[in-house]
């Protein structure tokens, strides 16, 4: 079995020589280890992507917007999942964010993941009929387990979950109340025998 660290750094080094910059092959190696480590065909996918790229064209998108369809042409996973990162600040206000036609879109995903971490909520990713909800990047629930090759997917949603309680308020004052029973009222005694007490100052 392959180590995340041999992952990471094949994954680099391919991803440099397919003709990506230093820094965003570093950021592909980080997200292989990410995908290996959550159960996600990444390497699989990458592979495979490469393979493509050296006889089919794919988008490069840079500024992201609201709605980022182009007829029939297939958006790059790396270069658009690194402009989603850098733009996310500004793309969280959106609520929302759709595009049409991504490339090997688990490819995608861990930029997604991590943009969750960033700004502190959770991410619901939508590729076609799968689901991921990224949580602060560090876990993934998704309705998709198999260790396939997506090559394509036509419809893909971002939307941002405004954070909440998993509990009712009712819920949190009862075990509030049941806390309480932990907690001691200080007397004198107490005090007596607390930190420090009884110590004497010899200088």
């Known amino acids: ?40 065909p990444g390497l699989k996918n990458l592979n495979d992507y490469y393979k493509s790229k050296k006889n089919e064209k794919f988008k490069n998108l840079k500024i992201i917007s609201k709605e980022n369809k182009f007829n029939d042409i297939k958006l790059c996973p790396i ?14 206000i959106l609520g929302e ?59 893909i949603s971002i939307k941002f979950v405004e954070n909440s309680d998993s509990f009712l308020e009712n819920e949190w004052n009862e075990l509030y109340k049941l806390s309480e029973n932990t907690f001691v009222e200080e007397n004198e005694s107490l005090k007596k025998s607390g930190a420090g007490a009884g110590l004497t100052d010899n200088d």
Do not use: C, H
């Not at 994954?11 to 990506?20: P, V």
């Open 79 to 92: 270069i658009t999942g690194t402009s989603f990162l850098d733009q996310i600040k500004t793309l969280e």
């Open 1 to 40: 079995m392959k180590s995340l660290s041999e992952i990471d750094t094949v994954s680099k080094r391919a991803s440099r020589a397919i003709g990506f910059s230093w820094g965003i092959s570093e950021e592909v190696g980080k997200n292989m280890r990410m995908l290996e480590i959550f159960g996600l």
């Open 97 to 155: 964010v759709i595009f049409e036609k991504i490339a090997y879109p688990i490819l995608f995903l861990p930029f997604v993941s991590r943009a969750s971490e960033i700004i502190g909520k959770r991410i619901l990713l939508r590729l076609d009929d799968k689901e991921f909800l990224l949580n602060l990047n560090n876990n993934i629930y998704s309705n998709f387990f198999k260790n396939d090759i997506l090559k394509l997917a036509n419809n």
